[in-house]
């Protein structure tokens, strides 16, 4: 299973940018970025297939961005025009289903620890 380290999160306000980064052991079929506030369930922010074919919520289209480097096994999520409703806890996932551009986290099989955005107002 391949193994998975987030960094990156912390605090900032409205309008800012932050970027994640996650190292990963070895290249699955797809990577994505999930993230889950408080009560709510998991949700799939962006995905990215090994030829490059990405997915985004509608949420953070045209403000998000994910991008894969496999020579340094580093996945990243650069995060623009950030808003409060961007606050959650964010993981990094791997998955080796094709359908995983659906980005529905049943279809992904390992996970970072999660690393805290807080983005106030």
């Known amino acids: 299973q391949v193994q998975l380290a987030e960094s990156g999160g912390g605090s900032v306000q409205s309008g800012g940018s932050l970027r994640l980064s996650c190292t990963f052991s070895y290249t699955p079929f797809c990577f994505g970025w999930f993230r889950q506030r408080p009560g709510e369930e998991r949700e799939g922010v962006a995905v990215?297939?090994?030829?490059?074919?990405?997915s985004y919520a509608d949420s953070v289209k045209g403000r998000f961005t994910i991008s894969q480097d496999n020579s340094r096994n580093t996945l990243s999520l650069v995060m623009d025009s950030l808003e409060p409703e961007d606050t959650a806890l964010y993981y990094c996932?791997?998955?080796?289903?094709?359908?995983?551009?659906?980005?529905?986290?049943?279809?992904?099989?390992?996970w970072g620890q999660g690393t805290q955005v807080t983005v106030s107002s």
């Open positions: 996932a791997a998955s080796s289903y094709r359908r995983c551009l659906s980005r529905q986290s049943v279809d992904f099989d390992a």
């Open positions: 990215i297939t090994d030829p490059g074919t990405t």
